[in-house]
């Protein structure tokens, strides 16, 4: 169980906090209603980074095994077999595509959305440079842009371009 925590990084998951900025910045992150919807969607946020986190863990494996740190990841090192790293896949996906729908059918779209970009990313986009850079800062606009569509709050301009350009 160590293992598979570890390979699901959730250290990673801090990222996925950038759906607070809406509540953060429209003065309403102590309304409480708000909070625990957002609190359910960084939830199904965190299933489908970690979902996409053990599809590229799998898909690099014969990398990784050669690879001087990586070969210690827990799929790489073998402490998570493949067969696990296939079922929990499908879990963490099932249960982020109903978390994600049960709070509202746009965010479902933008959670799909954001998990086909960390697929199309990890099958051949990481490879070429500019899309790469392109790609994570379209990951990290569309966390914010999901932190809108639950809550109806609008993030600044001059915020989603902070987050475009920190990213980049």
């Given at each position: ?13 801090l ?41 590229n ?61 960390h ?50």
């Open positions: 169980m160590v293992g598979l925590l570890l390979a699901l990084r959730p250290t990673q998951w990222k996925n906090l950038i759906l607070y900025a809406a509540l953060t910045f429209n003065g309403e992150l102590f309304n409480q209603a708000l909070s625990i919807k957002v609190f359910y969607g960084f939830l199904a946020f965190c299933l489908f980074s970690s979902a996409s986190y053990l599809i863990d799998l898909k690099d494996l014969p990398y990784d095994r050669q690879h001087p740190k990586k070969k210690f990841r827990p799929i790489a090192s073998g402490t998570v077999g493949k067969t696990h790293a296939l079922v929990s896949i499908v879990a963490l996906t099932t249960l982020g595509f109903f978390l994600a729908l049960s709070l509202s059918l746009p965010f479902l779209i933008v959670s799909l959305l954001f998990f086909f970009l697929i199309v990313y990890t099958f051949g986009m990481k490879k070429l440079p500019v899309f790469d850079i392109l790609l994570i800062a379209l990951s990290f606009t569309l966390r914010g842009f999901a932190g809108e569509v639950l809550t109806g709050l609008h993030i600044p301009i001059w915020l989603i371009l902070t987050i475009v350009f920190l990213s980049l």
